[in-house]
């Protein structure tokens, strides 16, 4: 307490305020976790303080009070958890002529891709090796009228399976699976874009093209100049004017290979992902559960949150903590898939809960038969919170090997 009264005397010496409105700011930053003295940069810079304008490939991580002009590259919106409430921030990139540079607004500045914003009273942290730029409620944002000319910068090669949202600049190469053409409004204007699924010899991704490319099926593309970000719980390669799409003669094929959970989670998700893990936990809203026969979700006590009083519809899924050693994911089998491991069906176990007047022994019975136990698992990973969750395509039970697990736990144990 004595130590934030003297960050309020020391402000108070520097500008003519309001006490109350200094603590007022003061216990706002504390709330959010801010440390004193980057707290205090930001009230005395609210209050006037110059700060001097900084290119890109000057600012360092960790640092506050940054001024500096720059290039939206690309910004897509999402919704994430903070202190147990949601709230929308902004990501995606900037560039001047000496760098690119990540960023996080935690705000609406109103800012769309193309726009050049001179920014004061950011600050930055560190983000795969290299500074990422944070936009607060305290940082100030301004449209300017003049362009930039952007920092040209080699691209990276990456094969898809590498690929993870943030990235920018890259290159990759790969085989045009399916492209469908669609039309958006932005900005009230109407776009034509272009999307589908591209391959390599490693992974499967999604793309978005902004660019008639005049791709298709079966093309075989190099692409320089691309950026990831993530879409529904999965890295997507984007392009657009700024890209260099050039058509190639190689042949590409792809075939499924399992991949290391360590990889899935790096890079966030992925389609098409053959993964295989031992069930570390069965989640509790595992077993029969009923959903809403108006929009599908799982309702408690005959009440959905969207319809109300509903009579539902019994379903059976399991959701699994998956883990390879390497890594850990959550992974959900609907009922078809549920029922192939099991070896029972959905009725059989309504049975069971039926006459034991608890759906809870359906729960223990499927702990009891996949705890410890191996599972192949072909999906695709969906939106979910801090862990990558995979939607199983397919699963497969595989056959435990003893003596390779004991070998291995002898290794462990130095034997």
Avoid at 222 to 242: C, H, M, T
Avoid at 375 to 403: N, P
Wanted: with cysteine; charged share 35%.
């Amino acid at each position: 307490m004595e130590e934030i009264e003297e960050i309020i005397e020391e402000i108070l010496e520097q500008i003519d305020a309001n006490r109350s409105d200094v603590e007022k700011d003061l216990k706002k930053f504390i709330d959010y976790g801010v440390p004193l003295e980057h707290a205090k940069e930001a009230i005395l810079h609210k209050y006037g303080v110059i700060l001097k304008e900084r290119k890109l490939i000057n600012i360092k991580p960790n640092e506050r009070g940054i001024c500096t002009v720059a290039k939206v590259i690309a910004i897509d919106e999402r919704e994430v958890e903070v202190r147990g409430s949601k709230r929308k921030i902004y990501r995606g990139l900037l560039g001047d002529e000496t760098a690119v540079l990540p960023f996080t607004a935690w705000k609406d500045f109103h800012i769309g891709k193309g726009d050049v914003i001179k920014i004061r009273n950011a600050s930055s942290s560190e983000w795969e090796g290299q500074p990422r730029l944070s936009l607060s409620e305290w940082s100030e944002v301004e449209k300017v009228d003049h362009d930039i000319d952007l920092v040209k910068r080699p691209p990276q090669r990456y094969n898809l399976i590498d690929l993870r949202a943030g990235l920018s600049n890259v290159e990759v190469r790969g085989r045009i699976v399916e492209v469908e053409q669609r039309e958006v409004n932005i900005a009230e204007e109407t776009k034509k874009v272009f999307s589908g699924i591209m391959e390599d010899e490693t992974a499967r991704i999604r793309f978005t093209a902004w660019k008639d490319f005049e791709l298709a099926s079966g093309d075989v593309i190099k692409i320089k100049g691309a950026y990831v970000r993530s879409w529904r719980g999965a890295p997507q390669l984007i392009f657009d004017e700024n890209s260099e799409v050039e058509k190639i003669e190689e042949e590409i094929r792809y075939e499924q290979k399992v991949v290391p959970l360590y990889k899935v989670v790096e890079a966030g998700g992925g389609i098409d992902l053959c993964i295989e893990g031992v069930v570390l936990e069965i989640r509790k809203d595992s077993g029969i559960i009923f959903r809403c026969p108006k929009c599908n979700r799982r309702i408690r006590e005959g009440i959905c949150e969207e319809d109300g009083n509903v009579e539902g519809i019994p379903d059976l899924r399991i959701k699994a903590l998956v883990d390879d050693g390497t890594g850990a994911v959550d992974v959900i089998l609907n009922r078809e898939l549920s029922e192939k491991i099991l070896g029972k069906s959905m009725d059989d176990y309504l049975a069971v809960a039926k006459e034991a007047m608890d759906y809870g022994v359906v729960y223990e019975e499927i702990v009891n038969k996949l705890i410890a136990h191996p599972l192949r698992i072909v999906g695709d990973s969906i939106q979910s919170g801090l862990i990558v969750t995979i939607f199983a395509k397919d699963v497969e039970l595989l056959a435990i090997d003893a003596e390779k697990d004991a070998e291995e736990l002898l290794m462990h144990m130095g034997g």
